[in-house]
């Protein structure tokens, strides 16, 4: 049998975990990540990534994916403003980052080389750059 690429499998498929569909109180944002984690991984947008990340969903498929989305275009937009989806990232938990220090790395190096950052990322870079500073 053929191993399916995590690509073309879904949230849903890559974590084995069904959580439903949106019940009748679920707000549009609820309802949006849920209906995203049946989308194929490789099919999310930065907005998408921004959104799911932002709602610490899938965080240990979705943060890789979104950081060489970023390696790419360090100020990858999604629908608010340049860098929408770094900020995303630069929000999580600093316990996120403590157990992914090979994440946190790649993430401090595209930090450290924006150059001029946006004034509306400025303090989450800071905030995560505080963080991340050796003690």
């Given at each position: 049998?053929?191993a399916?690429?995590?690509?073309s ?75 929408d ?10 316990s ?40």
């Open positions: 049998m053929t399916i690429p995590a690509g499998r879904s949230l849903e498929e890559i974590e084995g975990k069904r959580w439903g569909s949106p019940g009748p109180d679920a707000t549009p944002l609820a309802a949006e990540a849920l209906r995203l984690r049946t989308v194929p991984v490789a099919s999310l947008t930065a907005e998408d990534l921004r959104l799911l990340i932002g709602q610490q969903v899938g965080l240990s498929v979705l943060v890789p994916l979104a950081v060489q989305q970023l390696q790419r275009d360090p100020l990858a937009e999604g629908d608010y403003y340049p860098g989806l770094l900020a995303s990232l630069l929000r999580l938990p600093a996120f980052w403590a157990a992914n220090p090979a994440l946190a790395g790649r993430v401090r190096l595209l930090v450290a080389g924006l150059g001029d950052v946006p004034d509306e990322i400025v303090a989450p870079v800071r905030q995560f750059l505080q963080a991340e500073a050796p003690a």
